[in-house]
Structures are given as C-alpha cells and as structure tokens.
Nanobody, 121 residues
Framework: QVQLGESGGGLVQPGGSLRLSCAAS????????MGWYRQAPGKQRDLVAS???????NYADSVKGRFTISRDNAKNTVYLQMNSLKPEDTAVYYC???????????????WGQGTQVTVSS
C-alpha cells in the first residue's frame, strides 16, 4: 500500500505565502508524476501543478508566476510553494502521485487526505 502525507496548509492573508509538502511512503518501486489539485466548495477538483520524475513541470494558468512545484526524489516528497496568494486560491489542496509498486504491476494513482488553504483578511 502507498500513503501520501500532506502538511503546510492554513490561514493566510491575501498576498501572503504558504508551502505545502507531501511525502509518499509504503511499497514504492517507482514514483512517477506527482502533483497538486485543489477543490473549492461546490466546484470540481482541478489540477494546480504537476511535476514529472525528471523535473518537468506544468501549471494551471491561474497560478503561473505565483506557485512553484518541486520534488525531492530521495525523500519521495513533492512541494508547492504558493506566493502572492489570493482569496480565490482558497480550497482544499490534494496531493496526487502515480506509483508503480512492483516491476510487474501497472502504476496507479494515489491521493492524500487534503489540506485546507484559506486566504482571507
């Protein structure tokens, strides 16, 4: 089994910063793409940013220039540095990882439990 442990959410004022972390643990043969999604009340879960095992990144247009995704492959951890936060960034943020557990098994997606980010004055 694979677990994703998230941390770093909280309450911040507009213009502030937060850093989210997500560590993957368990039975991991290969950790492929990792990413962050968010879901605001009454809305669907959307991709915020993703990063491949080689470090290539992809961002939603709404966060480009403000958020930075990175990963530490030695620690099986992905980070999301969020700067210049806006009230519309308020949501539950979920970590996602595509994991191959053994050489013979097909890779599967796993999700963290979510961490609340609230941007408000």
């Amino acid at each position: 089994q694979v677990q994703l442990g998230e941390s770093g959410g909280g309450l911040v004022q507009p213009g502030g910063s937060l850093r989210l972390s997500c560590a993957a643990s368990g039975n991991i043969f290969r950790l492929n793409d990792m990413g962050w999604y968010r879901q605001a009340p009454g809305k669907q879960r959307d991709l915020v940013a993703s990063i491949t095992s080689g470090g290539s990144t992809n961002y939603a247009d709404s966060v480009k220039g403000r958020f930075t995704i990175s990963r530490d492959n030695a620690k099986n951890t992905v980070y999301l540095q969020m700067n210049s936060l806006k009230p519309e960034d308020t949501a539950v943020y979920y970590c996602n990882a595509n994991v191959k557990q053994t050489l013979m098994r097909v890779a599967s997606d796993y999700w963290g439990q979510g961490t609340q980010v609230t941007v408000s004055s």
